[in-house]
């Protein structure tokens, strides 16, 4: 059956070696897909009737998959030549302007002390977050340079060079952070398997990755032409599904946010109850707090916009 072409979107537009394709069952419940779509890479995406994620089938294989993330880190990744600049803005964000980890935080009684892993934390904006909320937190990382850049320029000691499969066994951590990463690897369901298997009772799994619970009502599904390394999607209903194939039970589950492209991230402007709240403030307060929580309460009612990312509280 022809497949349903999708046009580019992203301009990087990676150029698989089609002839080294591996075929591929769902990665999260081993069943065979239907053809969905073909993506502007010429990779097909299939629907799993299974636990209903998408997948891409036939794949790269992990050789070509590696190939093309040594050569992205080569290209993307500066990470210890950025700007004092971009150090500072990491430095000065606040929780209370990010949802998640204000839905994370909500999850506890209290965040003092407790411990987190961020799994893949790039340049490391999570770890200043949970910080400023009282987590101790620790991190592992592929790419030596995101390990260096966090260690010297955000003064976090605890990240190491590991995958979470060579992470110690034992119930050791509180939350557990995934954000950009399950849509990755070609095993998706071991890295999950080994979260659930660290958390301890009562911890919480966060998942942030590109959500595909609308595509039949987009002409051509953005999640589908961008960041074409993605090797799987995931819906709002498989999250369930996976949840309960690990052990945990979803206590969060939302789609948010747009995905990060120049020209993509614009959102019309909103007039939502939060912003008035704060525009009547009265003078009382100094003129920076008010400034400080007008952008916070702008950046939360920016990121509570769009459905690009699917965002999902997972508990032990
Ligand atoms: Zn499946």
């Not at 002409?219 to 819906?235: C, N, S």
């Not at 309960?244 to 020209?263: A, C, D, M, T, Y």
């Amino acid at each position: 059956m022809e497949q349903r072409q999708l046009a580019p979107l992203d301009a990087r537009l990676p150029e698989w070696n089609r002839s080294s394709l591996v075929e591929r069952v769902c990665p999260f419940c081993g069943n065979a897909g239907t053809p969905f779509c073909r993506r502007p890479d010429l990779l097909d995406v299939q629907r799993c009737t299974g636990c209903g994620v998408f997948f891409i089938a036939p794949a790269p294989s992990p050789e070509q998959l590696d190939a093309f993330y040594a050569q992205y880190n080569e290209r993307h990744r500066r990470l210890n030549s950025l700007s004092r600049e971009v150090t500072m803005h990491l430095l000065a964000r606040e929780p209370q302007a990010d949802i998640r980890m204000m839905e994370i935080a909500s999850c506890f009684a209290s965040t003092q002390g407790l411990r987190a892993l961020d799994v893949g934390f790039g340049l490391g904006a999570n770890f200043v977050l949970l910080r400023k909320l009282g987590f101790a937190v620790e991190g592992i990382e592929l790419d030596s340079e995101a390990i260096n850049y966090v260690q010297q320029h955000l003064g976090i000691a605890s990240v190491r060079q590991a995958t979470i499969e060579s992470v110690e066994g034992g119930e050791q951590y509180d939350v557990i952070i995934m954000h950009d990463l399950v849509e990755h690897p070609l095993q998706p369901m071991s890295l999950l398997r080994h979260a659930a298997a660290l958390l301890k009772p009562g911890g919480v799994l966060s998942l942030w990755t590109p959500n595909a619970t609308f595509v039949d009502h987009e002409q051509e599904p953005v999640a589908f032409r961008v960041d074409l390394e993605h090797m799987q999607y995931l819906t709002l209903p498989s999250c369930t599904w996976i949840a309960q194939r690990i052990g945990l039970e979803v206590v969060h589950l939302e789609s948010v946010g747009f995905p990060n492209l120049k020209g993509m991230g614009q959102q019309p402007g909103s007039s939502s109850p939060l912003k008035r709240v704060v525009k009547s403030l009265p003078g009382v307060l100094p003129v920076l707090t008010r400034r400080r929580l007008q952008a916070e309460y702008d950046a939360q009612q920016s990121m509570r916009q769009g459905s690009y990312h699917l965002f999902c509280l997972m508990r032990k």
